[in-house]
């Protein structure tokens, strides 16, 4: 599957901009729209971005919350997420249990999801004051996430910062050998090439954000189309019956 993050920032762009993101997405192929980053500050901004989002496209929309002020209503899920390798309790528990009351009176589909922050980090990591997994050491990856799916996490999301280097092809691959959960990875898919990698590794979904912010306005996402191609055809070949949404 293929996901897209758009980053609800009033910096980057509108809701009314957002929504037409979302919609060359979806006619591009994408599996869900992702809602969220590192710096959400306005929730009344972030209503304003799903709602338009919801108003353009008939996928999924998810919150993938950067803090509590990063949850919304009108979302379809959010994904209830725990930076397992955070050095502060508050980003493994504590932000958890603050929004915890506001997820339940919204009545808002909640997924639960293991979040494991790899070397170099970027923003994400830096915020979520991350004991960052070495590139080199794919088996730490793994025994994280081995522990986050015995502890009961429906899925698990490897990510090595906004905008900054690939996951490293070893750790999706440890990961994929000991799993019997979805792995999700965002970061790094620049082409085809790295789709197809990362769908061969192991990986079920698959999230961008940074190249569809700079590309799909451009070319009205056909060099998104393409790559989505490569990760739906790669994927045929591995499916699994995995359900998250």
Same mark, same amino acid.
């Given at each position: 599957m293929?996901?897209?993050?758009i980053?609800p920032? +009033?910096?980057?762009?509108?809701?009314?901009k957002?929504?037409? /993101?979302a $919609?060359?997405a979806?006619?591009?192929?994408t599996?869900? /729209?992702?809602?969220g980053?590192?710096?959400?500050f306005?929730q009344?901004?972030?209503?304003?971005?799903?709602?338009?989002i919801?108003?353009?496209?008939e996928? @999924?929309?998810i919150?993938? +919350?950067?803090?509590?002020?990063?949850i919304s209503?009108?979302?379809?899920?959010?994904?209830?997420?725990?930076l397992?390798n955070?050095?502060?309790?508050y980003?493994i528990i504590g932000?958890?249990a !603050?929004?915890s009351y506001?997820i339940k009176?919204?009545n808002?589909?909640?997924?639960?999801m293991?979040? !494991? =922050? =790899?070397? +170099?980090?970027?923003t994400?990591?830096?915020i979520?004051n991350?004991?960052?997994? @070495?590139?080199? $050491? @794919?088996?730490?990856t793994a %025994?994280?996430?081995?522990?986050a799916?015995m502890l009961?996490?429906k899925i698990?999301y490897?990510?090595?910062g906004s905008g900054?280097?690939k996951? @490293?092809?070893?750790?999706i691959k440890t990961?994929?050998?000991?799993?019997?959960? +979805? $792995?999700?990875?965002?970061?790094g898919?620049?082409? $085809?090439d790295? %789709?197809?990698?990362?769908?061969?590794?192991?990986?079920?979904i698959?999230?961008?954000?940074?190249?569809?912010e700079?590309?799909?306005?451009?070319?009205?996402?056909?060099?998104?189309?393409? /790559?989505?191609?490569?990760?739906?055809?790669?994927?045929?070949n591995?499916k699994?019956?995995?359900?998250? =949404?």
């Open positions: 293929h996901f897209s993050l980053d920032d +009033p910096l980057r762009q509108g809701p009314n957002a929504a037409k /993101i $919609k060359y979806e006619d591009a192929g599996d869900g /729209i992702l809602i980053g590192s710096t959400v306005d009344n901004f972030v209503d304003k971005t799903i709602q338009a919801k108003s353009k496209v996928v @999924p929309v919150i993938f +919350p950067g803090g509590i002020s990063n209503q009108y979302a379809d899920a959010i994904f209830f997420m725990s397992l955070s050095c502060d309790p980003f932000q958890q !603050l929004a506001t009176s919204y808002l589909e909640y997924i639960s293991a979040y !494991l =922050i =790899i070397e +170099p980090g970027a994400a990591g830096w979520g991350a004991n960052l997994l @070495p590139r080199n $050491k @794919p088996k730490l %025994a994280y996430a081995l522990a799916e009961g996490f698990v490897l990510e090595a900054s280097e996951i @490293p092809i070893d750790h990961c994929s050998s000991i799993l019997n959960i +979805p $792995k999700i990875t965002g970061g898919v620049e082409n $085809k790295d %789709a197809r990698d990362f769908v061969d590794a192991g990986a079920d698959i999230v961008m954000g940074t190249f569809i700079n590309n799909v306005l451009k070319d009205n996402g056909n060099s998104l189309k393409v /790559i989505i191609d490569e990760i739906k055809n790669t994927g045929n591995n699994k019956n995995y359900s998250i =949404i």
